[in-house]
DNA sequence: TTGACATATGCTCATATGGGTATACGATGC
DNA sequence: GCATCGTATACCCATATGAGCATATGTCAA
């Protein structure tokens, strides 16, 4: 068991979207499949970096990718990132109105409950 | 501009929440305030490795600290993450059925628009 | 075949990680 | 004052990063 330093950027998607270049590719891939020459003037990386990304996009399972000529196409798959979402929204009350004031609710609810004895 | 391998943990929301024990540390705190020794006994980590999580935490602001006596009591600050919620929740169509099921209406929509010739 | 194009990989470098262990700091109680 | 608890920090280590640049691989065109 080598003493790992940080978890690999392919460990899961929490740690491939850390990278904001890598966001920024895949919120360009959201308008639909690109080459990645696309990509590479989209974003103005150099081209090796955008392929390394993409890389590690695809070992995720963030990308999937498809030969057109020379061309490698890479279109978005959104999937990879359902448990991102599926973590961060258990604290949206956090922040929302909405949560806000079902917690308001609850709190009233409580008291009521505590006031009339059990 | 010293040559920067990975982001530092530091540097956002996304990055910091990237560390499994650090998410951990966080679902934890959802059930409310806690001292760093009752999180260690939680996640069964060493001390040490705990307060430094936190500190990254603190440092993105995703956690609150308060002094109680010797302890140091520490609180969730959800606010942090929500940047992280607001990017995710863009790729949310990707799985969920309620969008998929508004994308063949749109699309239905679009080619009874083309039918028709502008 | 030869050459241009599109993409992937190889390498070096500076950096910061996260774990482990030891230790410093601060508050409390005797 | 002194021991002890609760927490933070310092240090060492192995690791993998991401950028930059060079180069390999693969595909089409003349």
Redesign the interface.
Known sequence: MPAMA??A?TADA??A????RR?EI?DAL?GGERAVNDLVRLLGLAQPQVSKHLRVLREVGAVDVRDEGRQRLYR????A??P??D?????????SERFERLDVVLEELKQKKEGNGS
Chains 1, 2 share one sequence.
């Open positions: 940080r978890a950027t929490f740690n979207v850390a990278e904001p966001r895949l959201a978005l798959n959104g999937h990132l359902r991102i979402h973590w961060v929204k258990n604290y949206e009350r956090s922040w």
